[in-house]
């Protein structure tokens, strides 16, 4: 029994101190650090909703002298958040997105995609722990951008 409780005991310890490491809290106990998950989420959350209606916003302004979609990238503590829109749907794009993630050998954490009357993809994607050279957001912002003119040029129906 007592081993069991034990067993909990660390359990719930680790997870708690990978959280703090998560969160980059430096609190030591458990309600300070439960408080600063909370703050660290909160904040996300409002990057997120920033980026959501700069995205907006770049869209209404934008007109079809530039049908490419328009992507944002921001650093997170670990890793990026990735941004695609279009007002139009875009076939494929989806996959030359994620391939250009891999060939800079960024993990999809999590990611959201609409694809039906417009494409809208929000990722979060870290870096692969194997790679010897940093990468910075301006880098994958370029890498996107490439798999998005390299995607235009494959629908093209002038080809």
């Known amino acids: 029994m007592v081993s069991r409780e034990h067993k909990r005991a660390g359990v719930m310890h680790e997870k708690l101190q990978l959280l703090r490491s998560i969160t980059n809290s430096h609190a030591l106990n458990k309600t300070s650090i439960i408080i600063d998950a909370s703050k660290y989420i909160e904040e996300l959350k409002q990057?997120?909703?920033?980026?959501?209606?700069?995205?907006?916003?770049?869209?209404?302004?934008?007109?079809?002298?530039?049908?490419?979609?328009?992507?944002?990238?921001?650093?997170?503590?670990?890793?990026?958040?990735?941004?695609?829109?279009?007002?139009?749907?875009?076939p494929g794009l989806l996959v030359s997105v994620l391939e250009a993630f891999e060939e800079l050998g960024l993990n999809v954490q999590e990611a959201r995609v609409s694809c039906t009357e417009s494409f809208r993809l929000q990722a979060v994607g870290g870096e692969n722990e194997e790679q010897s050279e940093s990468i910075d957001a301006q880098v994958v912002k370029q890498a996107v951008l490439q798999a998005i003119r390299n995607w235009s040029e494959s629908t093209d129906p002038q080809d």
């Open 47 to 90: 990057k997120v909703e920033r980026l959501n209606h700069d995205i907006t916003a770049a869209a209404q302004t934008s007109n079809d002298q530039n049908p490419l979609p328009m992507v944002t990238v921001e650093t997170l503590e670990k890793g990026f958040l990735i941004n695609v829109f279009s007002e139009k749907s875009c």
